[in-house]
């Protein structure tokens, strides 16, 4: 157990509509790291976000925004679905704002398995 | 640019035998290289790292990955695999100073009774 949780664990949801993905990350981390792993794609960094402001992004999609809570926990927001938004969607945590030092230990939540039809 | 290539998709290898995972490296600047393990249906799981202090690096479940800088290589090796290993393992590198994972397409292992 990474101590990173993610819920819902599955989700089913039809094209053009909207869904929030949550992520709570370990005790302490400031840093949270959203991945999306498809089997077109790979494995793929879509957005950081470090004690709540956004530190990078990545290959994320106009459609997608996330932000993180004062609480530390996280929200992946994905919107206007297709059916090649169908993939794993992780969330891992780090202490690390990844700054200077490029050593960034990232724990990773089991995931969320979503399915657009 | 920084990137990780996974020479191989799929490996297999009999019980017992010496497991081989390649994995070479591009990068502008000293990197930090990771291993990471995927069981079906799971999260990945850290199983080592490699963070500029010793190259050779020792990590979870017996396995062990050797940085060659001339070779730009970060080898994953266990000496003998057991069933439990079967699993899907990926590369990845630290992307600079922003920290995110830039990761491999991965290479599923099977292990042969």
């Known amino acids: 157990d990474s101590g990173v949780t993610q819920t819902p664990k599955h989700l089913i949801t039809a094209t053009g509509q909207r869904v929030t993905l949550r992520c709570s990350p370990r005790?302490?981390?400031?840093?949270v790291y959203w991945y999306q792993q498809s089997l077109d794609q790979g494995l793929q960094f879509l957005i950081q976000?470090?004690?709540?402001?956004?530190?990078a992004k990545g290959n994320i999609l106009e459609r997608f925004s996330a932000q993180q809570f004062p609480d530390l926990h996280s929200e992946l927001n994905l919107s206007s679905l297709e059916l090649g938004d169908s993939a794993l969607y992780f969330c891992a945590s780090s202490t690390l704002a990844g700054g200077k030092s490029s050593y960034n230990e990232q724990f990773f939540g089991p995931g969320t398995r979503l399915t657009v039809l | 640019a920084q990137s990780v290539t996974q020479l191989g998709s799929h490996v297999s290898v009999s019980e017992g035998a010496l497991v081989l995972l390649r994995c070479n490296y591009s990068s502008s600047v000293p990197p930090y290289l990771f291993w990471y393990v995927q069981y079906p249906n799971q999260g990945l799981q850290l199983l080592l790292k490699y963070t500029s202090a010793a190259t050779l690096v020792k990590g979870i479940n017996g396995f062990e990955a050797e940085f060659k800088k001339s070779e730009t290589s970060f080898h994953l090796t266990k000496p003998s695999a057991h069933m439990s290993d079967a699993a899907e393992y990926f590369c990845?590198?630290?992307?600079?100073?922003?920290?995110?994972?830039?990761f491999g397409k991965g290479t599923k292992l099977s292990v042969k009774p």
């Open positions: 976000y470090y004690n709540g402001e956004e530190r």
């Open positions: 990845a590198v630290s992307r600079g100073s922003q920290g995110n994972l830039i």
């Open positions: 005790s302490g981390d400031l840093s």
